[in-house]
Antibody, heavy 122, light 109 residues
């Protein structure tokens, strides 16, 4: 059973870079079986997809965030990461990491981390 | 970008009721439509993938149908643990972009 756990600072200052890591357990991130993705949810609002990354190849980002987002994979640590630059209060949200299942699961998000709240405030 | 519109945005129902939530895509997405349940303070949970396939461990009172642009999630007999917010999500879009519906909050009447 694959499990995901987000980690990173819970408070980020405006204009700085938000950095989060998702640690994967129960499978090797380099197995090539999944895409790895980030999703966020402002308090009381809906879900917004941020981007996805494979262990090889180019990541895909939400066009509305593309200029500020960088995702990467660290196979040695079995982790993948999110960086979001030039943050504002509008980036305050719960951030989730998740697995994108393959074609057999309709490319759904079939495993999620518990989420981590990031607040942007001075 | 493909837009996903759910209806209703909120719904009040009673235990035992049959409930249907609708999701409409702004263009055809074949069957690349997934449904999630989210309870307060928790991560979303996958219920249905590829429009009509029940995720393992999900009760059979949940079902999904549809293809193209119109999809439904049906709960055949509401249980107390089903009161939550439900989201649809498309995984079809080219150039690549996942999008969610705005959510449907299911509340106890």
């Amino acid at each position: 059973q694959v499990q995901l756990q987000e980690s990173g600072p819970g408070l980020v200052k405006p204009s700085q870079t938000l950095s989060l890591t998702c640690t994967v357990s129960g499978d090797s991130i380099s197995s090539g079986s999944y895409y790895w993705t980030w999703i966020r949810q402002p308090a009381g609002k809906g879900l917004e997809w941020i981007g996805r990354i494979y262990t090889s190849g180019s990541p895909n980002y939400n066009p509305s965030l593309k200029s500020r987002v960088t995702m990467s994979v660290d196979t040695s640590k079995n982790q993948f990461s999110l960086k979001l630059s030039s943050v504002t209060a509008a980036d305050t949200a719960v951030y989730y990491c998740a697995i994108v299942g393959g074609e057999n699961s309709g490319y759904s998000f079939d495993h999620w981390g518990q989420g981590t709240l990031v607040t942007v405030s001075s | 970008d493909i837009q996903m519109t759910q209806s209703p945005s909120s719904l009040s129902a009673s235990v035992g009721d049959r409930v249907t939530i609708t999701c409409r895509a702004s263009q055809s997405i074949s069957n690349f439509l997934n449904w999630y349940q989210q309870k307060p303070g928790k991560a979303p949970k996958l219920l249905i993938y590829a429009a009509s396939n029940l995720q393992g461990g999900v009760p059979s009172r949940f079902s999904g149908s549809g293809s193209g642009t119109d999809f439904t999630l049906t709960i055949s007999s509401l249980q107390p643990e089903d009161f939550a917010t439900y989201y649809c999500q498309q995984s079809y879009s080219t150039p690549f972009m996942y999008t969610f519906g705005q959510g449907t909050k299911l509340e106890i009447k």
